[in-house]
């Protein structure tokens, strides 16, 4: 089984900038892609951007330009650096770990408890 874990999230102004952490731990070796989702109150919930272990990352248009994903291999660890942050990123945002079967794992999706981001205008 796969745990990740979320942090950095906090209040900003519109217009600043937030790093949010993500840490896995258990079968990691397992995780085929990782990516952050996020929701709004009154919302559902919505991919923002992914990341495959490879390195194939892939974003929401609302982000494009403003957000990257990037992965720590060997720290298991994924990061999304938040910059020019909208009243509209308001969210909770929540970290996914994803894995397919194989030969050694079986396919799942490993959900963090979510980190709460609010900007302010």
């Known amino acids: 089984q796969v745990q990740v874990v979320e942090s950095g999230g906090g209040q900003v102004q519109a217009g600043g900038s937030l790093r949010l952490s993500c840490s896995a731990s258990g079968d990691t070796m397992c995780i085929s892609a990782m990516g952050w989702y996020r929701q709004a109150p009154g919302k559902e919930r919505e991919l923002v951007a992914a990341i495959t272990s490879g390195g194939f990352t892939h974003y929401a248009d609302s982000v494009k330009g403003r957000f990257t994903i990037s992965l720590d291999n060997a720290k298991n660890t994924q990061h999304l650096e938040m910059n020019t942050l909208k009243s509209e990123d308001t969210a909770t945002y929540y970290c996914?770990?994803?894995?397919?079967?194989?030969?050694?794992?079986?396919?799942?999706?490993?959900w963090g408890q979510g980190t709460l981001v609010t900007v302010s205008s």
């Open positions: 996914k770990a994803r894995g397919e079967n194989s030969p050694n794992c079986k396919a799942f999706d490993a």
